[in-house]
């Protein structure tokens, strides 16, 4: 495979205390930071409200990619696209009207991308391929971090990219992706990672982007 690589750092299990330092440490060698919002409706876990959220998008030397896990997802992905996300997330369980959202989430300039769980099939939403940036296949239940990683999420990742053909759209995996499961996950077909524990919870997180993406770039 010769797509690009992109390396997306969660922060979720990054120090919430002092996040823009957090941010600092991996700025220069990640391509864009993953926001985790929780509402404690579609997932049960909190992280930031609307606020707090607009603050670290409008601070951060990353270009942030927001990835929304709350119900309701119609009203909040165009919040968070005219907050300054360079993308929005939402979860095609969450929306009532995806094309619509698609369409809102863009026209606030803004990449869109649909996450689907590991229950929601593909197959349902090939209507939004011709739409989307993005296509996030998660490969743990959304919530928490450091979970492990869904091995037969693999085969949607593979459908998917099939199903993509030559569209310039991203597949992003999210969820227990580490040393151990980067090429697993790259094989299949995915090109965009995030990666929450394995970053922040290492004593070297650059390196740690760096070794990732060395992984994800052999293959
Ligand atoms: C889980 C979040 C993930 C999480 C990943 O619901 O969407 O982005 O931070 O964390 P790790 O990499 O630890 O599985
Ligand atoms: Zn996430």
Redesign the pocket.
């Known amino acids: 495979m010769t797509s690009e690589i992109r390396i997306t750092p ?1 922060i ?2 990054a120090d919430f205390s002092k996040l823009q330092s957090e941010i600092q440490k991996i700025a220069s060698v990640s391509d864009l930071l ?1 926001l ?1 919002i929780m509402d404690n409706i579609f ?1 049960p876990n909190f992280t930031f409200d609307f606020d707090k959220a607009s603050e670290i998008i409008s601070q951060s030397s990353l270009p942030v990619d927001s ?1 929304l ?1 709350v119900a309701d997802a119609d009203a909040i992905a165009v919040q968070y696209a005219e907050a300054g996300s360079a993308s929005v997330t939402f979860h095609v369980e969450a929306a009532r009207d995806i094309r619509a959202t698609i369409s809102s989430i863009k026209r606030h300039g803004a990449r869109a991308s649909i996450a689907l769980k590991p229950a929601t099939k593909i197959d349902d939403y090939l209507e939004f391929l011709d739409a989307v940036d993005m296509v996030l296949i998660m490969t ?1 239940e ?6 492990k990683f869904m091995a037969h999420m693999m085969e949607k990742v593979t459908k998917t990219r099939k199903l993509i053909g030559d569209r310039p759209i991203w597949i992003q995996v ?4 580490s040393l151990e499961t980067i090429e697993i996950a790259r094989e299949a077909g995915a090109d965009t990672f ?5 970053v922040f919870n290492s004593p070297e997180p650059a390196e740690m982007v760096n070794k990732l993406r060395q992984l994800a770039s052999s293959i």
């Open positions: 969660s979720l299990n993953h985790d997932v990835h896990m743990v959304p919530g928490f971090g450091g979970q999210d969820g227990g992706i995030v990666a929450g524990s394995a």
